[in-house]
């Protein structure tokens, strides 16, 4: 992302303050590193490429503020060490990075995603782009959709469209299940069946791991019309 303007979106998104400790994973050549090193009060910059960390390294040596870390987030322990995100990652690593951001603690993130992703976030029960994704986000964060990204933001131009998200973790789920455990489960499998009446993903899923099935309640249901507060019903009944 080169565009400033989009850049500083960001940042005023974020609602960044001098005490703030904001985790960038992917930083690139440091533009929006540069914005949030000026208004937070450290940032934490992660990028896997050897060349560019090089090259960060040479840019903020007199930064203060800017701790770069090389390597792979996804492998990295950072859980506690920064309280908000502020992120243009690599479309590739999009779902493992917000899963594992959303098993951690933080108070806000913003970010740059491709519009079909961002988009499965926020899908409702129903919808064509419901899934996994969605289900999991819901009991985990609220995920709001701020504005789309023209590819004019980006050097070179990408082939797909983006959006701005922000997303902000729950304090709790917004219901219970007997077993979180369990119920990641449920939906990880059920979704691999989600265009089937649930009766006939269940009996697919049962040859995967044995389930209790006969106090399964929606079983005349598609799984993708399933709320997330009706699939803890199920996982509940099946893992009983």
Known sequence: MVDWETLTRLADYAELQRGDVVLEVGAGFGFLTEVLAERAGKVMAVESDPRLCGYLSEKFKDWGKVDLRRGDFLKMNLKGCY???V???PYSIASPMVFKLLEESFELGVFTFQTEFAKRMVAKPGEKAYGRLSVMVYTKAEVELLEPVPPKAFYPKPQVSSW?????PREKPPFQVKNWGAFEEAVRLLFTQKNRKLSKALRVVSRMRPLSLEKAPYLER???TLTPEELGEVSD???A
């Not at 701005?164 to 902000?168: C, F, H």
């Open 83 to 85: 309280n908000k995100v």
């Open 87 to 89: 992120s243009n990652p």
């Open 164 to 168: 701005m998200v922000r997303i902000k």
């Open 222 to 224: 598609k799984v993708f």
């Open 237 to 239: 009944a099946i893992f």
